[in-house]
């Protein structure tokens, strides 16, 4: 890829699965940093499927408490 994203962080919330995990691997693919958030649980599986340039955060973005928590 480019890496039009090196030096940058993400995050991608839905990225446990489906448009949300096809989004955070193009990121790391560009070179971007990634924080993987989901609430299904499946997010821990996506950020080792990733490797090193993504992190794992288990949020529900319905929740103003999980929402600081994931960017504290």
Same mark, same amino acid.
């Given at each position: 890829?480019?890496?039009?994203?090196?030096?940058? /962080?993400?995050?991608?919330?839905?990225?446990?699965?489906? %448009?949300?995990?096809? %989004?955070?691997?193009?990121?790391?693919?560009?070179?971007?940093? /990634?924080? /993987?958030?989901?609430?299904?649980?499946?997010?821990?599986?996506?950020?080792?499927?990733?490797?090193?340039?993504?992190?794992?955060?288990?949020?529900? /973005?319905?929740?103003?408490?999980? %929402?600081?928590?994931?960017?504290?």
């Amino acid at each position: 890829m480019t890496g039009l994203l090196s030096g940058k /962080v993400a995050v991608v919330t839905g990225a446990g699965r489906g %448009i949300g995990r096809v %989004i955070a691997r193009r990121f790391v693919s560009e070179g971007a940093k /990634v924080l /993987v958030s989901d609430f299904s649980g499946e997010q821990d599986d996506a950020a080792a499927e990733l490797g090193t340039e993504a992190v794992a955060c288990h949020a529900d /973005v319905t929740r103003e408490e999980d %929402i600081e928590a994931m960017f504290a």
